[in-house]
């Protein structure tokens, strides 16, 4: 057992910390009022080896796995949540999916590309009326023998109209549920047939594009079918178990935020002739927050060191994403009643984290889900993976 | 080309500094690369890329130093080498550049490369030393440097104004904020900075004739805390006149 972060994991904080507050910092505020996605953080993080965790170095992986990743992403969601989607949504999501179910040939397509951010990726499940049931979706894919023709639409897809490369996932034996369902790779630059609207009514994550995606007669290549036919369901569950990571980590850094913005505020706010820090229900609060924040971290990191020794870590992966989902509305919901009547104003950041912090109650899993998975585990109805 | 740069592991700038029995207590402070030596290992490693070569980067300092080392080879440096202060009884100045001479004049060097000044004592004198001791030029404050031909061109930063400067290499420049903008060290560079060479070198085996510190440190003080302003009330005219007062007998700058 050891606490310590190794020498190259520091340089990696060090460096990502450095990163998110020279290149990210500055553009907060001007992002989040223009709700602008802004994609040149995207290349910068590609050149630096900031989207290739886990992934082989022959497909341009940076050499490090699961536990560097989520220290990175944590500096980086720490000072901007929305941008915790580009590691998921380029790394976690398409590439290590593909390189854990492509073959040569799509390995060495897509992978690169993704890693290195010349693309943005994305990965597709949810639609209109199938969230948290994976195995109702309707969006069909038809085999024409050479190619498939998908048809359907998806609803919440972040980077959708953004994205160059994707997963889709789509019913290829209808009737069949979760054994009906095959995984696509979608080139989005030269796919005709999708038409995609970009979803501008969020509550939050404003910088971070979501959009729906309509499937007209869309043609997608033989060879662009991602592992088995039918075989879909069983990497989409295997995939987001790893993008879980992205809302885990992003969560816990956000309630890292809150924490810290709360503490300084504390001790500056003078009211009754003391900072209000000094005051016990404050206490309690930042008490409070530190607690939740600390077990949320570890909670990830234990998630990641799983991941990194190849141990089951659905379990912990699920713990990682509730616990830290519920720190961060807490801790934001805290942030703000500390803040006080700045805590409400848009001058400060408390209302940015308090819409960020909401959605990680519904992504990639809602919080009821990962309830139903710790204790599923936890009873012995389903093994952990 | 053989690029040396010379590097100081300082607080980070944004460090709380707190001091412990007189001394500057240096535990939970996060440390970093002196700033002005990044744009030094920016600007080494920019020189590499079009003379070809190699870079070496030196820190004199204690056991943590290796850290600021490791990160410049993070960075792209290739080798590192740290000399180990923890065994020397006092260090001043005199010292650094002494033993940094030393160590310099044993391994090929066209240039090098070190920050205008170090952010914790802010002295400005180690890079000077050092060229003075190894017998070579030195501009200080650069903030542009062409090479061509073994003649280094140096825009240096003087009063109100720029001055450039020639010298024939190898020579002694000191990098002014302005020069570059350092890069980011990569994650495949993290990964490899491991693999590369850090050498420990214990002064003691330099052969230095005199390792005796020039100066002592008498005490070290923080600023007074900032005091809160004062609000003169009363009439214009009034309070025209306490203030001079004031300026003159309290603040005493008039
Ligand atoms: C900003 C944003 C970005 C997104 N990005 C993506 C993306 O990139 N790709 C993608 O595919 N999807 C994405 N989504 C969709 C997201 O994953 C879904 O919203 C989520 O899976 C929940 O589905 P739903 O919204 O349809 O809720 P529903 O499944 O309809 O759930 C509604 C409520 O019912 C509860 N509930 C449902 N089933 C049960 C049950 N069995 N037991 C107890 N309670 C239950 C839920 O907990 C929830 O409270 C995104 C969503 C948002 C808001």
């Not at chain 1, 290549?221 to 990571?245: H, S, V």
Request: proline share 5%.
């Amino acid at each position: 057992m050891n606490f310590a972060l190794t020498e190259e994991q520091q340089m990696v904080q060090d460096m990502a910390r450095n990163f998110a507050e020279k290149e990210i910092a500055p553009y907060v505020e001007e992002d989040e009022e223009n709700h602008y996605y802004r994609r040149e953080i995207l290349t910068k993080m590609g050149e630096l080896g900031l989207l290739g965790w886990s992934i082989p170095e022959e497909y341009g992986g940076n050499g490090m796995g699961w536990m560097e990743g989520v220290i990175a992403l944590y500096e980086i969601a720490k000072v901007h949540t929305s941008w915790r989607l580009s590691i998921s949504g380029n790394c976690w999501g398409p590439a290590m999916t593909i390189n854990e179910y492509g073959t040569p040939e799509q390995k060495e397509k897509y992978i690169p590309g993704l890693v290195s951010g010349e693309y943005v990726g994305s990965f597709a499940i949810t639609e209109a009326n199938s969230g948290s049931d994976v195995a109702s979706m309707k969006m069909t894919a038809e085999d024409k023998g050479d190619h498939f023709v998908l048809n359907g639409s998806k609803m919440w897809i972040s980077g959708g109209h953004t994205s160059d490369v994707g997963l889709v996932y789509a019913v290829t034996n209808p009737g069949a549920g979760a054994k009906g369902i095959s995984c696509f790779i979608v080139d989005y630059n030269n796919t005709p047939g999708i038409e995609r609207i970009p979803i501008h009514t969020k509550f939050g994550m404003w910088p971070a594009p979501t959009s729906e995606l309509v499937f007209e007669n869309a043609i997608i290549p033989k060879e662009n079918l991602l592992g088995p036919l039918n075989g879909g369901f069983k990497i989409c569950m295997w995939m987001l178990n790893n993008t879980r990571m992205g809302c885990a980590t992003g969560a816990a850094a956000l309630s890292a935020a809150c924490l810290e913005g709360a503490v300084q505020y504390a001790n500056e706010r003078t009211q009754f002739g003391q900072p209000i820090g000094k005051f016990q229900m404050i206490q309690q609060q930042i008490a409070e927050m530190k607690l939740e924040d600390e077990a949320a971290k570890y909670l990830v990191y234990k998630a990641a060191w799983l991941k990194d020794n190849k141990l089951p870590s659905q379990q912990a992966t699920s713990m990682a994403k509730l616990y830290a989902c519920n720190a961060a509305v807490h801790a934001a919901n805290l942030a703000m009643k500390i803040y006080g009547s700045y805590g409400y104003s848009t001058e400060y950041p408390c209302a940015r984290w308090l819409r960020d912090a909401k959605q990680f109650e519904t992504l990639e899993g809602t919080s009821n889900i990962h309830t139903m998975i710790v204790a599923g585990i936890e009873l012995g109805y389903q093994p952990d993976r | 080309m053989n690029i040396v740069v010379v590097i100081k592991q300082t607080f980070d700038t944004e460090a709380k500094i707190v001091l412990k029995d007189g001394q500057i207590d240096p535990s939970g402070v996060s440390l970093v690369i002196n700033p002005y030596d990044e744009f030094a290992i920016e600007e080494a490693l920019r020189i590499q890329k079009k003379f070809g070569g190699e870079v070496t980067v030196v820190s004199c300092g204690g056991p943590r130093s290796q850290e600021a080392i490791r990160t410049a080879l993070a960075m792209g440096c290739d080798k590192g080498v740290q000399i180990d202060e923890t065994a020397l009884e006092s260090v001043d100045e005199y010292v650094r550049a002494e033993v940094l001479a030393k160590a310099i004049s044993e391994m090929p060097y066209d240039i090098i490369l070190g920050g205008r000044i170090a952010v914790d004592d802010r002295s400005s004198q180690v890079a000077v030393r050092l060229a003075e001791a190894l017998n070579i030029p030195s501009v200080s404050s650069v903030v542009k440097l062409d090479i061509e031909n073994n003649i280094a061109t140096a825009t240096r930063e003087i009063d109100g104004g720029t001055e450039i400067i020639e010298v024939p290499l190898p020579a002694m420049i000191t990098a002014q904020k302005g020069l570059n903008e350092p890069r980011y060290p990569t994650m495949p560079g993290i990964m490899k900075a491991r693999k590369k060479e850090l050498k420990v070198i214990n002064p003691a085996d330099l052969g230095v004739s005199d390792l005796s510190a020039k100066m002592k440190v008498q005490n070290y003080s923080l600023p007074t805390p900032r005091q809160g302003g004062k609000k003169i009330e009363g009439e214009p005219a009034e309070a025209a006149r306490e203030l001079a007062r004031l300026l003159r007998e309290e603040a005493k700058v008039l």
